[in-house]
């Protein structure tokens, strides 16, 4: 049977980058593999769930290069979810309850007090058709539980190894609200068995989700698929990420870091495994390198400092046409190759480009402190053309003219040039910059 995968998120917020990492992983799993990879909205929480989340879900994906084979939406599927719980209700695997929250909480907090775990006793399959019908002509409304088999629950997950669960030490969940909403631990499995996945690929806070899904799969009938749980990443303190973490959600990191997809990806994927963090240029540079066996079971920490480093060191790789578009959309359309490959070693975000297209191309005001010095070297400019030679024939003419060398030779050079003490190699810059206002800015002129 060929893989098949799913990244399955609810639309209730942004993503944040330990949602997409769970994103990433499963995209890879299954470019390596071969299999398809699902995009699934989780979207039966419909006080919860809005179309703009679920838009930005996939635009996230999308920058990222995360295609999807296939699509659902379980908001679309209740009929199917209606049959399959019919289905448990008749087999007897899914009964009736009639406690309300408050009833719930009572007992849970009196088996805490006596040191007991807080499994569900279930009083409601102790009751007599007659007290059901007193119930409901009260006007109480059921939810359902599902009946777990009080046997081992035992699985071989890709990253945890040998998990083993009692039965008998989990609460039956509930799987129908009191309206009649089917609850994510359903829906899941069902779309899980109808689209044939084959691997559930989710982080560790599902690890007690899965050990009742699997009765729950084995009750509908569905193929059990193999599961890996990734522990969560936490926040460069040890701290959990929450959806609603403005700083980390990708949203945020594209349109206000300046980060490009590859940094995050070239991060997320190797974050928490045993490879080396490297800049990749390419998603499929990550597909060969990935194997899910690689994943440590530690926790792993995001650090919006080590993605910044690398978000540098892959601009200073990156060819100009994986950028043109983005130079583009800086308002930099006129911006080549050329320029291009003189500022990318200067720059940690895109944007900071339009910087160096002032510089080169827009008048900068010179720091032009010494204003006898910049007059020989004027003297000595070379006609155009210029090139990537004419730097270094000029400024040699300089020095002869001169005798200055090093820092007292170029830094002058510099700031009258650019207005500044760093920036790209001038050699790279010179011919960008031109003749013409090359001497007026030596002039100390506005150019
Ligand atoms: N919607 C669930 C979540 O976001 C999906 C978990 C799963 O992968 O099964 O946590």
Same mark, same amino acid.
């Given at each position: 049977?060929? %893989?098949?995968?799913?990244?399955?998120?609810?639309?209730?917020g =942004?993503?944040?980058?330990?949602?997409?990492?769970?994103? !990433?992983v499963?995209?890879l799993?299954?470019?390596?593999?071969?299999?398809?990879?699902?995009?699934?909205?989780?979207?039966?929480?419909?006080?919860?769930?809005?179309?703009?989340?679920a838009?930005?879900?996939?635009?996230?994906?999308?920058?990222?290069?995360?295609?999807?084979?296939r699509f659902?939406?379980?908001?679309?599927?209740?009929?199917?979810y209606?049959?399959?719980?019919?289905?448990?209700?008749a087999?007897?695997?899914?009964?009736?309850?009639?406690?309300?929250?408050e009833?719930?909480?009572?007992?849970?907090?009196? =088996?805490?007090?006596?040191?007991?775990?807080?499994?569900?006793d279930?009083?409601?399959?102790?009751?007599?058709d007659?007290?059901?019908?007193?119930?409901?002509?009260?006007?109480?409304?059921p939810?359902?539980?599902f009946?777990?088999?009080?046997?081992?629950?035992?699985?071989?997950? #890709?990253?945890?190894?040998?998990?083993?669960?009692?039965?008998? $030490?989990?609460?039956?969940?509930?799987?129908?609200?009191?309206?009649?909403?089917?609850?994510?631990? =359903?829906?899941?499995?069902?779309?899980?068995?109808?689209?044939?996945?084959?691997?559930?690929?989710?982080?560790?806070?599902? %690890?007690?989700?899965?050990?009742?899904?699997?009765?729950?799969?084995?009750?509908?009938?569905?193929?059990?698929?193999?599961?890996?749980?990734?522990?969560?990443?936490?926040?460069?303190?040890?701290?959990g990420?929450?959806?609603?973490?403005?700083?980390?959600s %990708?949203?945020?990191?594209?349109?206000?870091?300046?980060?490009?997809?590859?940094? #995050?990806?070239?991060?997320?994927?190797?974050?928490?495994?045993?490879d080396?963090?490297?800049?990749?240029?390419?998603?499929?540079?990550? %597909?060969?390198?990935?194997?899910?066996?690689?994943?440590?079971? $530690?926790?792993?920490?995001?650090?919006?400092?080590?993605? =910044?480093?690398?978000?540098?060191?892959?601009?200073h790789?990156?060819?100009?046409?994986?950028?043109?578009?983005?130079?583009?959309?800086?308002?930099?359309?006129?911006?080549?190759?050329?320029?291009?490959?003189?500022?990318?070693?200067?720059?940690?975000?895109?944007?900071?480009?339009?910087?160096?297209?002032?510089?080169?191309?827009?008048?900068? /005001?010179?720091?032009?402190?010494?204003?006898a010095?910049?007059?020989?070297?004027?003297?000595?400019l070379?006609?155009?053309?210029?090139?990537?030679?004419?730097?270094?024939?000029?400024?040699? /003419?300089?020095?002869?003219?001169?005798?200055?060398?090093?820092?007292?030779?170029? !830094?002058?050079?510099?700031?009258?040039?650019?207005?500044?003490?760093?920036?790209?190699?001038?050699?790279?810059?010179?011919?960008?910059?031109?003749?013409t206002?090359?001497q007026?800015r030596?002039?100390?002129?506005?150019?």
């Amino acid at each position: 049977m060929s %893989v098949a995968v799913r990244f399955a998120p609810s639309p209730t917020g =942004l993503l944040h980058v330990g949602n997409v990492r769970l994103a !990433l992983v499963n995209w890879l799993f299954a470019r390596k593999a071969g299999g398809t990879f699902l995009l699934r909205l989780d979207d039966t929480d419909e006080e919860r769930s809005k179309p703009e989340y679920a838009e930005g879900i996939e635009r996230d994906l999308t920058w990222l290069g995360l295609t999807w084979d296939r699509f659902a939406r379980e908001s679309d599927r209740y009929g199917r979810y209606d049959e399959v719980a019919a289905a448990l209700k008749a087999s007897g695997r899914l009964y009736p309850c009639y406690e309300t929250p408050e009833e719930l909480n009572l007992k849970r907090a009196s =088996l805490v007090s006596q040191g007991r775990p807080p499994i569900y006793d279930r009083a409601a399959l102790r009751l007599s058709d007659a007290d059901r019908a007193r119930l409901e002509s009260e006007g109480r409304k059921p939810h359902w539980r599902f009946k777990l088999e009080h046997t081992p629950v035992e699985w071989t997950d #890709l990253v945890r190894g040998p998990v083993h669960f009692e039965g008998a $030490a989990l609460s039956d969940p509930v799987l129908i609200r009191e309206d009649g909403r089917p609850l994510y631990t =359903l829906t899941s499995v069902v779309d899980d068995a109808d689209l044939a996945i084959t691997h559930v690929i989710r982080g560790e806070d599902h %690890v007690a989700n899965t050990a009742v899904q699997i009765q729950i799969f084995e009750a509908v009938g569905g193929a059990v698929p193999v599961f890996a749980h990734l522990p969560l990443l936490t926040d460069a303190a040890g701290q959990g990420l929450s959806k609603r973490l403005g700083s980390l959600s %990708v949203a945020s990191l594209r349109e206000e870091e300046g980060i490009e997809p590859m940094a #995050l990806a070239s991060l997320l994927a190797k974050l928490g495994t045993s490879d080396a963090i490297e800049p990749r240029l390419t998603l499929d540079e990550l %597909v060969a390198e990935f194997d899910i066996a690689k994943v440590s079971r $530690a926790t792993p920490k995001f650090d919006p400092e080590e993605l =910044l480093r690398l978000n540098a060191r892959i601009l200073h790789l990156l060819p100009f046409e994986q950028v043109a578009g983005e130079l583009a959309a800086l308002g930099l359309a006129d911006a080549d190759a050329v320029f291009w490959e003189a500022v990318r070693p200067n720059l940690s975000r895109v944007a900071e480009a339009r910087d160096w297209w002032a510089v080169t191309h827009a008048p900068v /005001a010179p720091a032009a402190d010494d204003p006898a010095f910049l007059a020989e070297a004027a003297a000595l400019l070379p006609e155009e053309p210029w090139d990537l030679s004419t730097w270094g024939t000029w400024t040699g /003419a300089v020095k002869a003219k001169t005798g200055r060398k090093g820092k007292d030779l170029f !830094l002058p050079l510099r700031r009258a040039l650019t207005g500044r003490d760093h920036g790209p190699e001038l050699k790279n810059l010179l011919p960008l910059i031109g003749r013409t206002r090359a001497q007026k800015r030596l002039a100390g002129e506005t150019a």
